[in-house]
């Protein structure tokens, strides 16, 4: 089986576990634990977006609406915590002995220059 094939079946398997999530939240709209599982198995499976979408259009619900904007607000905290989780961590300082050997180099090379300019002729 290749990779492509392997990768079809991985995205047919997480969106029919999701779609089989959303349904039972539609179903049971509400049970917070459902919800929840919802947004859990987003966060597993990268599909935040797919799921603040499906949320997204049933705001305007009015019966559906409060409960879905709740849970929008929860994804965009969860999505954030995300962010934060995986930030990139602060640069550290360049090493003493590189900085030094940098200097020494534009120093050689400024000496070479100034003796090609103005050295003996």
Known sequence: MS???TDDAIDETTDAALEVLWQRALAAW????IHVAVLEYALRAQALPEVAGRYRSLVSDPERGARAQKRLDALVAAATATLFATKTPKPEKVPLPITLSAFGVCAVLLGWLAWALWGPR
């Open 30 to 33: 509400e049970d917070d634990k």
């Open 3 to 5: 990779d492509e094939a």
